[in-house]
């Protein structure tokens, strides 16, 4: 999963002529798989990879007899599971292997399939990303930023901001998977109990302070029986990829339901994600230490610490958050940049994440989503939510329009981006993942 090969390498080109513009998200060294559907094709959903300003209609490809072998991997006991991302998540890791090389020989420049695919790729621009990448059962998210957690508490426990399990537990809660959606679906503002009048009892009004959360998905690739758990060393066999995630917080229903059993309501209203999962192997050149502890921090409890893991159990995906409110858009003025983080920053590796969550004997299960909590940095700029930016909305941000926000309005839209950058690599990108708040009812 860390394995950097001739798939990775700088050089190749693709014949898929925008795939080499130097700023793509997208060249033949990403290859990241989404679910599209296109008029151009038929009615149906197919699974994609994106190449380029392409999408290459990989259900087509196996139809066709060009994936070769590859569908008939004996880890899924030979069974035919194209139509699901489920089915290509569940392959073992040699399995998602073949398969990447097989998708990059295709696509590589002077391949001698190139005419036979020709016809099988689809103009992203033509293509619409409405359907979940997998079948998500369960939805998890975490709270992995220990900037965000000690900038969070110090507003609400300004003498003891970190909680004394912080350091020991990956701290996290089960999200609601009914209400994640797709990139571009607008969220209209929740409403809920508020309680900022302290001596009046609550009452119940569209939320006053809505907010994002910029923050790193995966997905669980092979899961785990029940009762059984998922060594640390084999936490990266068990997950497939990653997406952008904006977890949409009502800070005035969070702050009045969230004692004693954490968020409920105040963010279950929605969750967006981008469409495409940039797989691990696609990631492999971007893998970094685990988080470098404080010398007084206790170390990770053993079945939290492996060799592999710490040494290259971190991710180096830059994050970025812009805004583009009503007026700005009106005014032609381009996205605001609000903040930019990086994954690097989280104190626990994805792999620690995925070892906790399964180490009680819970059964993941193929196309799980977990996130990772706000992916904030030390410094002021790399906040990734508002009730950080704004420190609860006591210093609000200036926009280029004039304009003032302490928290989200109305026809606000929120764009996040990822990228991957190394000397020596191909960028890659994760894509965007945007969402644009409707009023309430
Ligand atoms: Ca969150």
Known sequence: MYEINETHDPSLMSWVESANLPNTDFPIQNLPFCIFGSDAVDDEIHIGVRIGNEVLNLDACADAGLLGEIEDDESIGGERLWGLLDGIMAFSGEGRRALRSRISELLREGSVEQTSLESHLVPAADCLFEDMPAVIGDYTDFYCSIYHAT??????????????????????????????????????????????????????????????????????GRGNELGTSIPISDAEQHIFGVCLVNDWSARDIQAWEYQPLGPFLAKNFATTISPYVVTMDALAPFRTSAFERDPDDPQPLGYLNGEQNQKLGGLDINLEVYIQTEKMRDEKIEPHLLSRSNTKDLYWTIGQMLTHHASNGCNLQTGDLMATGTVSGKEKSERGCLLELTWRGTEPIDLPSGEQRRFLEDGDEIIMKGYCEREGFRRIGLGECRGRILPAD
């Open 151 to 220: 900038n969070v508490g110090s507003m609400f426990r300004p003498d003891n901001p970190l909680l004394p399990n912080y350091k020991y537990v990956p701290i996290g809660y089960h999200g609601r998977a009914s209400s994640i959606v797709i990139s571009g679906t607008d969220i209209k503002r929740p409403k809920g109990q508020n309680r900022s009048e302290q001596e009046a009892p609550p009452v119940f009004i569209p939320s006053k302070s809505l907010d994002y959360e910029m923050e790193l998905g995966f997905f669980v």
